[in-house]
């Protein structure tokens, strides 16, 4: 494991609207900086926070490494050459310190795998729901286990964290390979949440993978989704859907109605621009772009979030 320590670079420049209901909104506060690896740039393409410490975890695509940042955004370590990484695609921190998230296997197929908290391979033998099965994102449940996501098969699966094996194995209805679908997320009270991606819409699942509707309406106006991505949720309920190609977090309440939207298309402090990834963090919302390697962190405002 290497050890790194770095600084952020702050502060808010950026005001959004207020919901509908005046309860909640969200202000650009920094980027978070990001440790270059040997490649000399980084690719963020997936973000997880974990809740009991609010320690986020960034998959960098380009430097084959895994950052993990404190709440305040300062750097606590980045993983090594010892970690082996092939091509990660999703990462989580576990309750012991370690990672579980998605690579290449020893037979180079797409696969679960784990590091120990100093950033080591350790043994972990992923029982495959199907013959093809190659997950594409990862999420730790609130009960500790794995819900993965194949977007191309459009299956949803649990695995059990300890033994590797399936829990339960679900077919998304309605869901071709050309729908690239975005990572799943998991609400307050266990319900699934998936971004549609050319669906344009949020799929909504039960705990146990079946069919609990959808929302969203297709367009590329304000409270239209035209291809959403990630999904995180706010303090009180409220479901924040990124959207990629428009550029934005569109806001809706638990009831899944759509109440107002932030951000922009651009490369300034607050703007986004073809965003892959959003987290909740205790008081604020981070969200991943590619483009120029940035992780920006929005401060969370309004009656709900306790000011």
């Not at 012991?96 to 100093?118: S, Y």
């Not at 309440?253 to 965003?275: I, K, M, N, V, W």
Request: with cysteine; hydrophobic share 40%; aromatic share 8%.
């Amino acid at each position: 494991m290497t050890i790194r320590r770095a600084s952020c670079i702050s502060f808010a420049l950026f005001l959004c609207p207020l919901a509908a209901n005046g309860t909640i909104a969200f202000r650009f506060e920094r980027a978070l900086h990001l440790e270059v690896g040997t490649a000399g740039q980084v690719r963020p393409i997936a973000l997880s926070v974990d809740p009991a410490t609010g320690d986020v975890c960034v998959t960098d695509e380009r430097g084959v490494s895994f950052h993990v940042l404190d709440e305040h955004g300062i750097t606590q370590f980045t993983t090594s050459i010892t970690a082996a990484l092939s091509t990660p695609a999703d990462a989580c921190l576990e309750r012991d310190g370690g990672f579980v998230f998605i690579d290449h296997g020893v037979d180079g197929e797409r696969t679960l795998r784990k590091l120990d908290l100093r950033g080591e391979p350790r043994r972990f033998d992923v029982e495959k729901p199907a013959p093809q099965w190659r997950p594409d994102h990862l999420i730790v449940t609130a009960d500790g286990d794995y819900v993965s996501l194949d977007k191309y098969a459009g299956t949803l699966t649990k695995h059990d964290a300890a033994s590797g094996r399936v829990l339960w194995h679900r077919t998304l209805e309605g869901v071709s390979e050309q729908s690239e679908l975005g990572r799943p997320a998991e609400a307050p009270d266990g319900r699934l949440y998936v971004p549609g991606g050319e669906l344009h819409l949020v799929l909504v699942r039960t705990a146990d993978g079946a069919d609990a509707g959808s929302f969203g309406r297709p367009g590329t106006s304000p409270g239209r989704l035209a291809f959403p991505v990630g999904v995180a949720f706010g303090p009180g309920g409220e479901v924040l859907v990124l959207d990629r190609m428009r550029h934005t977090v569109l806001v809706y309440d638990r009831d899944h109605e759509f109440t107002s939207e932030f951000g922009s298309y651009g490369g300034a402090p607050g703007q986004l621009y073809h965003p892959l990834a959003i987290a909740a963090a205790p008081g604020r919302i981070l969200v991943a772009q590619g483009y120029e390697g940035r992780v920006q962190a929005f401060g969370i405002f309004g009656m709900e979030a306790g000011e």
